[in-house]
Each structure stands twice: as C-alpha cells, then as structure tokens.
Antibody, heavy 121, light 107 residues
C-alpha cells in the first residue's frame, strides 16, 4: 500500500529556511498532485501548495513569496522550503497526496504522519 | 480566497447520538467539497469527497450532503472512535481552503 514518509529539521531559528522532504513508497508518483499542509499548535489546517511529477505547482498566495515546492521524480520525493521563518511558522507540517478523478474532484486521500517544526527567536 | 465557515466550533454528544456539522462556503463551490476527521496527535483522514461520496473503508454511519454554499456532515450513530475534530475543505478553486474545524467531545 502507498505510504508517505516525511522528514526534516524540527527546530529552527528565526530567519532560517525550513526544509522538509516527503517520499512516496509503494505506489505510482505520476498522475497525482502532491501537497503540503500545515497546522499551528491547537489551530486548524492551512494548505501551503502542491506539485505534480512534472513540476507544475500551485501555491497559497499568503505564503507564495517564501515557499518553494520541488520534486525529484527519480526518487519519488517532493520537498518544501519556507524561507525567512518566524515563530508564526511553528506548526505540524503534513505532506499528502492530492487524488484527482474524472469528475474534477481533487481530495487529499493519503497523508504523512506530520513533522513538528518549531521556530525559536 | 474562498472562506469556509463551520458550525458549531465544538459540541458535546453521547455515544449513539445523531450529530450534524455544517459548513458554509463564502461563494458557490458546486459539490467540490471534502470532509476530514482528525484525532488528537494524528494526521487528518479523508471521510467524504464530492460533498457526499464516502471514501473507501469509511463506515456508512458517515454521510455528507449539500451543494453550492451549504453542506452538512452527519454521523448517524456516534461511536467512541468518532470523538475527534472534523474539517471541511473546498477544492473548487485555489488556494484550497479549510473550515476552522468542529470538535466533537464526549458528553
């Protein structure tokens, strides 16, 4: 069965760059979009952006100036970078598969376990 | 961005209760809506997509309805494992946006 495994640094200082990677195991990498979502402690979910296997991206305008999502198809991996982080970027970051069907539905059907990233001043 | 508003923010219920959570979009989104369940310390889990289609493996006590701007998630007979936070999410347009969540607590 398809699994998403994510990793990256969990403790950063203000102004540093957050970097996370998500690997897809046990299934196809192409034909989907691959997303990043974050959740500040005790708060709701915020969609950050997505990428497909050919590198086409969509970003949340609220973060677009600081976010880069990239893909390494040969390794079935995609990555997130957020520059110039502040305490407001402290959150659990999730990677997820964005599954699309023939009716135009796109939903997040598989999720990684999440990585807590804490930004200290 | 489309704003998704859930109500209530939280409520208490008992095992066996029928519960309904409402999600309203700030503009019409057809049926491009998903519902997720999140248990404490866990990743969200997809329950429903296309407003009313049950994801494979999800118990039939969960159901969704609505289109346009108003949607509901119903749990017909609340079980102990259903005490969690529920989120709606629209995928009609970018950026994808979530509701603020509805926490279902044990009475």
């Amino acid at each position: 069965q398809v699994q998403l495994q994510q990793w990256g640094a969990g403790l950063l200082k203000s102004s540093e760059t957050l970097s996370l990677t998500c690997a897809v195991y046990g299934g196809s990498f192409s034909g989907y979009y691959w997303s990043w979502i974050r959740q500040p402690p005790g708060q709701g979910l915020e969609w950050i952006g997505e990428i497909n296997h050919s590198g086409s991206t969509n970003y949340n305008p609220s973060l677009k100036s600081r976010v880069t999502i990239s893909v390494e198809t040969s390794k079935n991996q995609f990555s997130l970078k957020v520059s110039s982080v502040t305490a407001a970027d402290t959150a659990v970051y999730y990677c997820a598969r964005d599954y699309g069907d023939y009716s135009g539905n796109w939903y997040l059907d598989l999720w990684g376990r999440g990585t807590l990233v804490t930004v200290s001043s | 961005a489309i704003r998704m508003t859930q109500s209530p923010a939280s409520f208490s219920a008992s095992t066996g209760d029928r519960v309904t959570i409402t999600c309203r979009a700030s503009q019409g989104i057809s049926s491009y809506l998903a519902w997720y369940q999140q248990r404490p310390g866990k990743a969200p889990k997809l329950l429903i997509y296309a407003a009313s289609t049950l994801q494979s493996g999800v118990p039939s006590r969960f159901s969704g309805s609505g289109s346009g701007t108003d949607f509901t998630l119903t749990i017909s007979c609340l079980q102990s494992e259903d005490f969690a936070t529920y989120y709606c999410q629209q995928y009609y347009s970018y950026p994808r946006t979530f509701g603020q969540g509805t926490k279902v607590e044990i009475k």
